[in-house]
């Protein structure tokens, strides 16, 4: 052990033991930005790491939740996991998670090492830890400040993967992830037949590049926004009609579905988590030898970290807070279906937001234009409730565009708490839907427990 790790390690250790005095909910990165500015590769100095048993998980959209629901699995079934449950998956994430799992002497031992890692920095955190497997979620638009377009970090993953991967695990109804396969020794695929909530897009929404050739990439239908089944007209290119792992007999109300010929239970019934518990069932029994059946056990009683919809009632409306990544069309296109699909009469209070990140922000809500509202539009929405200071006007517009009657769209543009909830409670449905950002969230839930609201 060098001189530099060991006192990199040390540090490390140090500063998890003030966190957990001082607050035990943090910490999931700090330790291993500290650690790395003493040793920058001190994630390839632990020992006891068998590559084999390492898996990256990856992609725009799903990390989190693939992470967690494999990691119960994997432990339901007497299994030993090192991983980054909290989400930090840039590298000092990765390291902080190691440096918890080691000894003193930087020695870790596990059955599996599962991280969750950001997809523009996966070719700097395999640099040191090696993982020879690879699950890949899905590669989308998302970030378009940081990333640019997801062709961009295609290509970064190209390179990256361009030595070969000894296995990879690749969403067969995403076309660009679909075809990074090429570059795996051996390629597993999962994936979902057509469901009953599957849906079309006109020829004017945005499609993508085939990854082969450039050229057009056609949806017969999308499962989920951006996924589905695909084909290229100019090279043939076309997700295989049979994956390794498919899902089937899906049925959202009953909450079930199967995977070769084992019923399973959905921990959330709604259809953009099918993708990830098709990647949880392939990875457990590939890697891990966990029979089908017993997937399907610990399916039965898994709860996610911070589910996806927080319902609260307060003054007799039962408000469905949507939390979505922001910045990001696929993850907002899921949530419109999903209001779409509740036939009862609703409002829906849309909080966009604009894209900060690096100055200059970019403060047009342009992930709106590439969402396909018309279903939402033609369904029975009583109002439309736009706010926030930066884009609730460009929020309105496209709502304007889809044909919504300017009469049923108020606008504040303001975050305030007070302003938004008494817009709410002039409605005169029960039945809310909120999109906003975290941190308007986070405002908002504290003002709704001053006043008494009641929290599911």
Same mark, same amino acid.
């Given at each position: 052990?060098?001189?530099? #790790?060991?006192?990199?390690?040390?540090?490390?250790?140090?500063? $998890?033991? /003030?966190? *957990?005095? %001082?607050? !035990?909910?943090? @910490?999931?990165?700090?330790?291993?930005?500290?650690?790395?500015?003493?040793?920058?590769?001190?994630?390839?100095?632990?020992?006891?790491?068998?590559?084999?048993?390492?898996? #990256?998980?990856?992609?725009?959209?799903?990390?989190?939740?693939? $992470?967690? /629901?494999? *990691?119960? %699995?994997? !432990?339901?079934? @007497?299994?030993?996991?090192?991983?980054?449950?909290?989400?930090?998956?840039?590298?000092?994430?990765?390291?902080?998670?190691?440096?918890?799992?080691?000894?003193?002497?930087?020695?870790?031992?596990?059955?599996?090492?599962?991280?969750?890692?950001?997809?523009?920095?996966?070719? %700097?955190?395999?640099?040191?830890?090696?993982?020879?497997?690879?699950?890949?979620?899905?590669?989308?638009?998302?970030?378009?400040?940081?990333?640019?377009?997801?062709?961009?970090?295609?290509?970064?993953?190209?390179?990256?993967?361009?030595?070969?991967?000894?296995?990879?695990?690749?969403?067969?109804?995403?076309?660009?992830?679909?075809?990074?396969?090429?570059?795996?020794?051996?390629?597993?695929?999962?994936?979902?037949?057509?469901?009953?909530?599957?849906?079309?897009?006109?020829?004017?929404?945005?499609?993508?590049?085939?990854?082969?050739?450039?050229?057009?990439?056609?949806?017969?239908?999308?499962?989920?926004?951006?996924?589905?089944?695909?084909?290229?007209?100019?090279?043939?290119?076309?997700?295989?009609?049979?994956?390794?792992?498919?899902?089937?007999?899906?049925?959202?109300?009953?909450?079930?579905?199967?995977?070769?010929?084992?019923?399973?239970?959905?921990?959330?019934?709604?259809?953009?988590?099918?993708?990830?518990?098709?990647?949880?069932?392939?990875?457990?029994?590939?890697?891990?030898?966990?029979?089908?059946?017993?997937?399907?056990?610990?399916?039965?009683?898994?709860?996610?970290?911070?589910?996806?919809?927080?319902?609260?009632?307060?003054?007799?409306?039962?408000?469905?807070?949507?939390?979505?990544?922001?910045?990001?069309?696929?993850?907002?296109?899921?949530?419109?279906?999903?209001?779409?699909?509740?036939?009862?009469?609703?409002?829906?209070?849309?909080?966009?937001?604009?894209?900060?990140?690096?100055?200059?922000?970019?403060?047009?809500?342009?992930?709106?234009?590439?969402?396909?509202?018309?279903?939402?539009?033609?369904?029975?929405?009583?109002?439309?409730?736009?706010?926030?200071?930066?884009?609730?006007?460009?929020?309105?517009?496209?709502?304007?565009?889809?044909?919504?009657?300017?009469?049923?769209?108020?606008?504040?543009?303001?975050?305030?708490?007070?302003?938004?909830?008494?817009?709410?409670?002039?409605?005169?449905?029960?039945?809310?839907?909120?999109?906003?950002?975290?941190?308007?969230?986070?405002?908002?839930?504290?003002?709704?427990?001053?006043?008494?609201?009641?929290?599911?």
């Amino acid at each position: 052990m060098s001189a530099k #790790f060991r006192l990199a390690l040390a540090a490390g250790k140090s500063i $998890n033991t /003030l966190v *957990n005095i %001082i607050d !035990k909910s943090r @910490g999931s990165n700090l330790s291993g930005e500290k650690a790395l500015l003493l040793d920058s590769k001190m994630l390839s100095h632990f020992k006891g790491v068998d590559p084999s048993k390492v898996l #990256f998980i990856t992609g725009t959209n799903g990390k989190s939740t693939t $992470n967690n /629901l494999l *990691n119960h %699995i994997l !432990k339901d079934n @007497g299994f030993k996991v090192i991983s980054n449950l909290e989400g930090a998956n840039l590298l000092a994430g990765v390291t902080t998670s190691m440096i918890k799992a080691s000894n003193l002497s930087g020695r870790v031992d596990a059955d599996l090492y599962l991280f969750e890692t950001d997809e523009r920095f996966l070719p %700097i955190i395999r640099e040191q830890l090696p993982a020879a497997n690879i699950l890949i979620t899905n590669l989308q638009k998302d970030q378009v400040q940081r990333n640019g377009d997801p062709d961009y970090i295609y290509r970064r993953l190209e390179k990256a993967f361009r030595d070969g991967v000894p296995r990879m695990f690749i969403n067969n109804d995403e076309p660009r992830s679909a075809s990074l396969a090429k570059y795996s020794e051996r390629s597993v695929s999962y994936g979902s037949e057509k469901h009953s909530q599957a849906f079309t897009k006109g020829d004017s929404y945005v499609t993508m590049p085939c990854p082969v050739c450039r050229h057009k990439i056609d949806f017969e239908y999308y499962n989920t926004d951006g996924i589905g089944s695909f084909k290229c007209a100019h090279c043939g290119y076309e997700s295989s009609k049979e994956a390794d792992y498919t899902v089937r007999d899906i049925d959202f109300e009953s909450g079930t579905f199967t995977v070769q010929g084992v019923k399973f239970s959905m921990p959330y019934n709604t259809p953009y988590m099918i993708y990830n518990y098709a990647a949880c069932v392939a990875v457990a029994h590939e890697m891990c030898g966990i029979s089908i059946e017993d997937c399907a056990k610990s399916f039965g009683n898994f709860k996610n970290v911070g589910g996806r919809i927080q319902v609260m009632r307060y003054k007799g409306k039962t408000i469905k807070y949507m939390r979505i990544k922001q910045e990001n069309p696929e993850t907002f296109q899921s949530s419109i279906n999903e209001m779409a699909n509740d036939p009862s009469r609703k409002m829906v209070a849309l909080g966009l937001a604009p894209l900060v990140d690096f100055v200059p922000h970019y403060a047009v809500s342009f992930y709106a234009y590439d969402c396909d509202f018309s279903k939402l539009v033609e369904g029975d929405v009583e109002k439309y409730f736009c706010f926030t200071d930066a884009v609730c006007y460009d929020t309105a517009n496209r709502l304007i565009y889809e044909g919504v009657d300017k009469d049923i769209i108020s606008i504040a543009d303001n975050e305030d708490p007070e302003q938004i909830f008494k817009e709410i409670e002039q409605a005169e449905t029960d039945n809310v839907y909120l999109i906003t950002w975290l941190h308007t969230y986070e405002n908002m839930e504290k003002y709704l427990k001053k006043e008494g609201a009641e929290f599911e």
